[in-house]
């Protein structure tokens, strides 16, 4: 029996993308989100397929919450051996106008939920040397073009800038208890995700669990970009 792969931040895009493609190679999939209905939809899509799935609802804006809801989902299915992190708060709109809430809430999602999960099952990823896989943007570079877009999503730039760089400090504190840290970095918009009805998408979900999974499997690389709407030759 392989080791659950807990899934943070479900949705219909990228998240369910990397249940299907780990649960269909025989891991226990823990799908976690805030709403319920979704869950359950996706839990009963996923058992049809022939996968073990089962669906836990929580806020992983909320650190104990997230510390409880692992827990729940390690006794349902198991040991963790990957923790994908694709939480991230749905914020429009400028700095100016995100309120201190709106930008407190972005950034305990982003980070401090996700440091919290990381806390929760790093004994199980070390035991087994395990994988966190983490779900980032092209927001994360700094260079003219981006942040022309970015402006409009401040909350979610800054948040997803500040995860990058827990996810690159991770990647050096873990690598000595045999865990690998594979981050990708999405350029564009997903389709099959809220974004996709009022952008224009170019990046498909699945590409991004393929390039997961092959990360998994090869643990060589810390960082790739999949998608090419926006440059980003400069370094984050």
């Known amino acids: 029996m392989k080791n659950t792969i807990i899934v ?27 709403n319920a209905q979704r869950l359950a939809e996706a839990e009963s899509a996923l058992r049809d397929s022939g996968i073990r799935a089962k669906a836990f609802v929580a806020d992983l804006g909320n650190a104990e919450a997230v510390r409880q809801v692992i827990e729940d989902a390690r006794k349902a299915l198991g040991p963790v051996g990957i923790l994908h992190w694709n939480a991230f708060s749905d914020i429009e709109g400028d700095l100016l106008s ?10 305990s999602v982003r980070v401090v939920g996700y440091v919290t999960a990381v806390q929760a099952v790093h004994a199980d990823l070390e035991a087994v040397s395990g994988s966190v896989l983490a779900t980032s943007g092209v927001m994360v570079f700094d260079n003219p073009e981006i942040d022309h ?21 991770l990647t050096q504190t873990l690598a000595a208890r045999g865990i690998y840290v594979g981050e990708v970095i999405v350029n564009g918009f997903v389709k099959k995700s809220a974004g996709a009805a009022q952008y224009e998408a170019s990046v498909d979900p699945e590409d991004v669990a393929e390039q997961f999974w092959q990360m998994n499997l090869a643990r060589d690389t810390r960082s790739v970009i999949v998608g090419d709407s926006l440059s980003s030759e400069a370094a984050p």
């Open 8 to 34: 943070c931040g479900y949705g219909p895009a990228i998240a369910d993308a990397v249940a299907r493609r780990f649960g269909a190679a025989g891991h226990p999939v823990a799908l976690i989100a805030r």
């Open 98 to 107: 995100t309120s201190a809430d709106l930008l407190s809430y972005s950034l």
């Open 149 to 169: 877009l970015a402006k409009d999503f401040g909350a979610m730039s800054v948040s997803v800038a500040a995860q990058h760089k827990a996810t690159a400090l």
